[in-house]
């Protein structure tokens, strides 16, 4: 079933593999250079099912954390990237937006604006520590605006649908986590409430877009600043944080994990995107090493190519929908013809170096 077509909402992708959404910090200025629209095109010709683009910055004054980041506030920007689908649907690929909040990993001194700090629900990076701007409710409301109207921006440029990053770390996860949040007001305190950025989100891209376009939001246990972090430890709490973004109108489910084969609860051997399948309902992605011998944790450190005969499995059996394969593809942009054909051999190993140059 892996390498078979599956519908996502009303539209076909040619097989259940996903390409994760990695930045490549190769866009200068905020616009994706030819480069960037070869390296696109050249993974949708050879069948990659949906790709899920590198992180694009949201039109926010703050959402920008690094260098390089592509953005949609310019009409170079947006031209580059219709650029990037129309290579992309040449091929019968599908593609989708992933929408990005930096939140508390930008640093004052950035760009765009160097005065303008990282912002988070709390003021806090991480547990305990006030370092960077407590949103007010106008700098929430500009922040959900800039959401809904990129989504809108995406759909006129032919994208098929777009992704909230709501994991990491970043903004939408600093809001999730009650390690980051505190607030007193209805964006936080209990799990629902900390859902609410979230869901607004979710509501209003939902009202600025068609119903066919594609609305997904990928979330994760862990962050950037703490691998052991989470936002659920049982089955029912994870409900909880997922359920009123879910209930907005989401598509699918992205549950970002760095080994997918982990159990996630105790008393369980499955992992987050079966839980999160069974829970909610969506269609859901599944992700972390796939087709690797070694885990993200480091991404500089090199990693050989492995069957996928669990992740062929786990579809088969239908515990999740759809399998996100993340650093396999910057190495090799064969990666899905080569694993169907089951020329493993041929598969080319990730090394640091695939990192520095679009291939
Ligand atoms: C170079 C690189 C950049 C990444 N950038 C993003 C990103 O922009 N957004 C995101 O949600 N995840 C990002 N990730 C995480 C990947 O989407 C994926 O979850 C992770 O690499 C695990 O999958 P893998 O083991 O198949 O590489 C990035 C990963 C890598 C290696």
Excluded at 84 to 91: D, R, T
């Amino acid at each position: 079933m892996l390498f078979n077509p599956y519908k996502l909402k009303n539209t076909t992708l040619r097989n259940r593999i996903v390409m994760a959404p990695m930045t490549r910090s190769m866009s200068p200025g905020g616009v994706p250079t030819q480069a960037v629209i070869d390296y696109y095109e050249r993974r949708a010709k050879a069948e990659v099912g949906l790709i899920i683009t590198e992180g694009i910055e949201v039109s926010h004054k703050a959402s920008s954390a690094y260098p390089d980041v592509p953005r949609l506030d310019s009409e170079e920007a947006r031209g580059a990237w219709k650029k990037v689908v129309s290579g992309i649907k040449k091929h019968d690929g599908a593609v989708v937006a992933q929408l990005w909040h930096c939140g508390g990993f930008r640093k004052l001194g950035m760009a765009p604006e160097p005065e303008i700090p990282g912002h988070t629900a709390s003021g806090l990076v991480r547990p305990g520590k006030k370092v960077a701007h407590e949103m007010t409710i106008q700098d929430i409301n500009e922040t959900v605006q800039a959401f809904a109207s990129d989504a809108k921006f995406c759909e006129e440029i032919g994208f098929d649908g777009v992704e909230i990053h709501g994991a990491h770390g970043y903004l939408i996860d600093n809001f999730f986590w009650h390690g980051t949040n505190v607030r007193k007001d209805m964006y936080g305190g209990s799990t629902e409430e900390r859902s609410q950025l979230a869901t607004e989100i979710v509501k209003a891209i939902r009202s600025e877009v068609s119903s066919n376009f594609i609305v997904g939001l990928r979330f994760s246990q862990w962050k950037q600043q703490d691998y052991e972090a989470k936002l659920a430890s049982t089955p029912e709490e994870l409900k909880k944080v997922l359920t009123l973004p879910t209930e907005a109108g989401l598509d699918y489910l992205h549950s970002s994990m760095r080994r997918f084969w982990d159990s996630e609860f105790s008393g369980s051997e499955e992992n987050l995107a079966y839980w999160t399948k069974k829970l909610l309902g969506l269609p859901t992605i599944s992700v972390g090493s796939v087709g690797l011998d070694s885990e993200f944790i480091d991404m500089s450190a090199p990693a050989s190519p492995t069957n996928i005969n669990k992740a062929i499995e786990d579809i088969n059996n239908s515990k999740y929908d759809m399998v996100a394969v993340g650093r396999a593809l910057i190495s090799d942009p064969e990666w899905v013809i080569k694993m169907k054909e089951g020329r493993l051999e041929d598969v080319i190993p990730y090394t640091k170096e695939a990192l520095f140059k679009l291939y």
